[in-house]
């Protein structure tokens, strides 16, 4: 029981750290509000971030079957369920005691015809690379899931919601991990014990940043908060 209450607060205690940052979400440009002289005014543009509250996508989207991936590195499990019932029903906090090949997933495989109103939306952010078309693959998932350390193409993903901690290695520096353990489990168990030579480059990103994962690259993802994110693969 003292086991698991201390990975418990050390979760607790990891999970908070990465959300504070430096504390500054205007990077130090403050602005004296009895300064200002206009108001923020309102937007009338349709924006993608508004169409993916959780009342529109589920209004929009919630008895459309959806595939659900086992977030773990290879031979993943498919499982296909109405989007409703992932949300209210599947997605849930990572469980310290579930393994990653049990922890089910919905990242990817869009189908894009029936999500075609949504994606037609998304302005993709102006990065590209030479001879290269980019795919969409949108996600939502539950705190402190993730995906652990696996390598493909190139490509950025962005926050739409949440926050999402990633955990990169260049091709030639395989990271410690098993296949089958949660991101969550390494960050407990692995991650507090390395050597400062054998840490990864990380970054936790919010909504509306964006992270460049180069090709083969393996990388590691946290999601600290109930998350939504879209990913282009560069290909």
């Avoid at 504070?20 to 009338?44: F, I, R």
């Avoid at 031979?75 to 599947?90: A, G, L, M, N, T």
């Avoid at 102006?126 to 705190?143: E, N, W």
């Avoid at 950025?156 to 410690?176: A, C, H, M, N």
Wanted: charged share 15%.
């Amino acid at each position: 029981m003292e086991s698991c209450a201390l990975r418990l607060l050390l979760a607790s205690a990891l999970l908070g750290a990465a959300s504070l940052g430096d504390g500054q979400t205007d990077g130090g440009w403050h602005t004296d509000h009895s300064m200002q002289m206009v108001g923020n005014g309102s937007c009338n543009v349709e924006q993608f971030r508004a169409l993916c509250s959780k009342q529109r996508l589920l209004q929009e989207f919630g008895n459309r079957l959806v595939r659900l991936s086992t977030a773990n590195t290879y031979s993943y499990q498919k499982v296909d369920v109405p989007f409703k019932e992932y949300v209210e029903h599947i997605m849930k906090p990572q469980s310290l005691d579930s393994l990653g090949s049990d922890t089910l997933y919905f990242f990817g495989d869009n189908n894009f015809t029936e999500w075609d109103s949504l994606f037609r939306t998304y302005i993709q952010p102006p990065y590209q690379l030479p001879g290269t078309k980019g795919a969409y693959s949108f996600g939502i998932a539950g705190a402190g899931t993730g995906v652990p350390f696996h390598w493909h193409g190139a490509g950025y993903s962005e926050v739409i919601y949440g926050q999402k901690r990633w955990f990169l290695y260049p091709p030639d520096k395989t990271p410690e991990f098993h296949p089958n353990r949660t991101t969550l489990s390494w960050m407990l168990d692995i991650y507090p014990y390395l050597a400062e030579v054998d840490k990864p480059l990380e970054c936790t990103i919010h909504p509306g940043e964006i992270l460049y994962f180069p090709n083969h690259w393996w990388h590691a993802t946290l999601n600290i908060d109930t998350s939504v994110f879209i990913s282009t693969f560069l290909g």
